[in-house]
T-cell receptor, first 112, second 111 residues
């Protein structure tokens, strides 16, 4: 595997389910990001992790819970989501002092 | 606050040249990116401008004017595979390296 990978690529869940999105980067980066991309809207930054520490939480509801166990892996735990949370969730990584972020293919999430 | 504007849609013909404009008002500026995103795929890096002027890379060029809060992406010799969404993004700096994105310009290349 190379670059940034995300699993699953597609996820359908009910509002009472609990699921997790996984991101893995194979680029030796030390910063990781979660973005949300809704239809017709700009990509929105959700969380930033530098060296496994969360440095940004852009007013994201608590039903989204990130976890970064090491600099190569990033998770987004989901529980009691709403239909409006349906979107493409993109993970990205970078070197901490670099401006260039590399994106994964995203997880297409549908909440019923 | 942060505000990035770009046209929603553009159409051009194969072999032609197209310019996609982006204007921004942001608190802090550490550079401007252009990304290409095909439907259902990850955004991929096209260019990065931090100083005023034109950066050329093959068929793609990107221009920045910091005093005007303006950038454009120029695509030459358009090919069908260039049909995609083009995202303008500004990095506001700080330790978080926060990227603020525009809504994207959907480019359709016609034969």
């Amino acid at each position: 595997e190379t670059g940034v990978t995300q699993t699953p690529r597609h996820l359908v869940m009910g509002m009472t389910n609990k699921k997790s999105l996984k991101c893995e980067q194979h680029l030796g980066h030390n910063a990781m990001y979660w973005y949300k991309q809704s239809a017709k809207k700009p990509l929105e930054l959700m969380f930033v992790y530098n060296f496994k520490e969360q440095t940004e939480n852009n007013s994201v509801p608590s039903r989204f819970s990130p976890e970064c166990p090491n600099s190569s892996h990033l998770f987004l735990h989901l529980h009691t989501l709403q239909p409006e949370d349906s979107a493409l969730y993109l993970c990205a990584s970078s070197f901490r002092d670099s401006n260039e972020q590399f994106f994964g293919p995203g997880t297409r999430l549908t909440v019923l | 606050g942060q505000n990035i504007d770009q046209p929603t849609e553009m159409t051009a013909t194969e072999g032609a040249i197209v310019q996609i404009n982006c204007t921004y008002q942001t608190s802090g500026f550490n550079g401007l990116f252009w990304y290409q995103q095909h439907a259902g795929e990850a955004p991929t890096f096209l260019s990065y401008n931090v100083l005023d002027g034109l950066e050329e890379k093959g068929r793609f060029s990107s221009f920045l004017s910091r005093s005007k809060g303006y950038s454009y992406l120029l695509l030459k010799e358009l090919q069908m595979k260039d049909s995609a969404s083009y995202l303008c993004a500004v990095i506001s700096g700080g330790s978080a390296r926060q990227l603020t994105f525009g809504s994207g310009t959907q480019l359709t290349v016609l034969p």
